[in-house]
């Protein structure tokens, strides 16, 4: 029989921390959309401390695209969860009050939520297959069902682009303040793309919103960095043992977390400083660093560390291997990354090495596997092409490379079968069962995926080689004795 269930700040019992703020007497400024695990420990807990320090009507009204899920867990609870943070030293655990309430799979009330005068920010944490952008020429990507859907049906969108541009055509007509459009998701100058594709989708239906668009609506770019595995039934637990209450929307995270944030807020922001966000002109070299670095070596391990048989990050570390093909790796990065301003690149391996090996956090590979095709380009191909180009060490990016291509085949050397989740899973299963599965088939076919390598790899045959004879050992011998050979 478990507690009652959470619902407001005065149920609670146990030792969690609680708001340091009345939730009511604080009304709506920002739209989330998509209220996953990841927003609530990290973009939420930044508003929930910048309304505590400075007040303000900054609270969120969150948005599930599709699912309904957490807006039932979260609804009944009036917006409150328990974010308990997981590290070495211990556990701690807060009490989140910015979340208003959640719209889930509800596309009339979100435009109708993103056209509430009282919205300033749209802030975003849609995965990067949720934007339908085509990332080579930053246009909508016409294939993608949301961005089809709603160039037939501007005026009822459904998804990103649709939504955010009929938003911001109706705010216009009302004479409402524009809003600043937020993305936090794992991109390359993730501002800039969104600019450019939501201009695109305005302009193939109006040419003058496009311009109006281009001129007055604020896109910066943020870096967002911490470790959120998904929740469980321990997360639940947890929670219940910190607030004396059941809370269905409890998440939880590394104690680690980091906010580069472009400063251009036209219509104002909360003090997201006092939740440890730091605001600068450029948010490039931080991105760059962080996707080449973390989100890099955090792929090659994840399809490394699945395919030999580990369920976490922290067990992939344990394994001495794959933990010095980590290291690598971030040696590898490094060297192509520019120097940054009080940033200690070798300080930041190392602790991010420190992180991955958190024992108090369960984050499971499979779930970092996921989306290959969207992660790819920028974590492992854009920081390949820059060492070819200056004739430094490929070996490590070609080496991810060769992983993710075995876990493409759907089957470990045990015999388990799995399934890509990624969008592009159809294609890649077609390529692959067209031919003969040799490495050098593999590779061909992977390499000729429309849209997805750079011309640079693909016609560099030093590349091409070292990824083939990687792939070509876990084939003849197997993934855990590649990845041996490949430390020694
Ligand atoms: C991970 C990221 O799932 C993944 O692809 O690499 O979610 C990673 O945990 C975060 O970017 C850390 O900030």
């Known amino acids: 029989m478990s507690a009652p269930r959470l619902s407001g700040v005065a149920d609670i019992t146990g030792p969690v921390s609680l708001p340091g703020y009345e939730p009511s007497q604080h009304g709506v400024g920002i739209v989330h959309l998509g209220i996953g695990a990841f927003h609530r420990a990290h973009q939420a807990l930044m508003t929930d401390a910048a309304i505590a320090a400075d007040g303000g009507d900054w609270r969120i009204v969150g948005v599930s695209l599709r699912s309904t899920e957490i807006a039932e867990a979260l609804n009944p609870q009036n917006g409150l969860y328990t974010l308990i943070e997981r590290g070495e030293e211990g556990t701690t655990a807060r009490l989140v009050a910015s979340v208003s309430r959640v719209i889930a799979a509800d596309p009339a009330a979100t435009l109708e939520a993103l056209c509430d005068a009282a919205i300033r920010i749209v802030t975003l944490t ?43 055509a109706r705010r216009r ?9 937020l993305s936090c998701d794992n991109l390359p100058e993730n501002g800039a793309l969104l600019r450019d594709g939501v201009v695109g989708f305005a302009r193939r239906i109006d040419a003058g919103l496009a311009d109006w668009i281009a001129a007055n609506i604020a896109f910066p770019s943020s870096m967002v960095d911490r470790i959120t595995p998904a929740s469980t ?18 998440v939880e995270s590394e104690p680690f977390i980091q906010w580069v944030v472009e400063d251009h807020f036209p219509s104002g922001r909360p003090l997201w400083e006092a939740g440890g966000a730091i605001f600068v002109d450029d948010v490039v070299p931080y991105e760059r660093m962080k996707l080449t670095m973390l989100n890099g070596s955090h792929s090659m391990l994840a399809y490394s560390g699945f395919l030999a048989g580990h369920r976490y990050v922290r067990d992939v570390m344990a394994d001495p291997a794959i933990s010095a093909l980590v ?24 602790a991010l090495l420190a992180r991955f090996r958190n024992p108090a956090i369960a984050h499971e590979t499979f779930q970092i596997a996921m989306d290959g095709t969207q992660k790819l380009p920028q974590r492992i191909f854009q920081p390949a092409v820059l060492a070819l180009q200056a004739d430094r060490d490929i070996r490590p990016f070609a080496f991810a490379t060769a992983m993710w291509m075995r876990y493409c085949l759907g089957e470990t050397d045990t015999g388990v079968t799995y399934a890509l989740r990624d969008p592009r899973e159809a294609e890649i299963r077609s ?20 849209r997805f390598f750079p011309p640079e790899l693909v016609a560099s045959s030093k590349w091409r080689r070292i990824v083939e004879t990687i792939l070509e050992s876990t084939l003849k011998k197997s993934v855990v004795d590649s990845l041996v050979l490949e430390a020694a």
Do not use: C, W
Request: hydrophobic residues 45%; glycine residues 6%.
């Open 126 to 168: 849609v995965t990067e297959k949720g934007y339908g952008i085509d990332r080579l020429t930053r246009l909508p990507d016409l294939a993608h069902p949301a961005v089809a859907a709603d160039l037939a049906n501007p005026e009822t969108p459904v998804g990103v682009l649709g939504l955010l541009t009929a938003a911001i």
């Open 173 to 181: 007509a009302e004479g409402a303040m524009p809003f600043t459009v």
């Open 233 to 250: 039934a321990e997360t639940i637990a947890e929670a219940e043992r910190q607030t004396g209450r059941q809370d269905l929307a409890a």
């Open 327 to 350: 290291q690598r790796h971030l040696t590898a990065a490094i060297s192509v990354l520019p120097p940054l301003p009080n940033i200690d690149l070798v300080h930041y391996a190392a």
């Open 431 to 450: 390529v692959l069962t067209a031919g003969s599965r040799t490495a050098s088939t593999i590779s061909d076919a992977l390499h000729r995926l429309p």
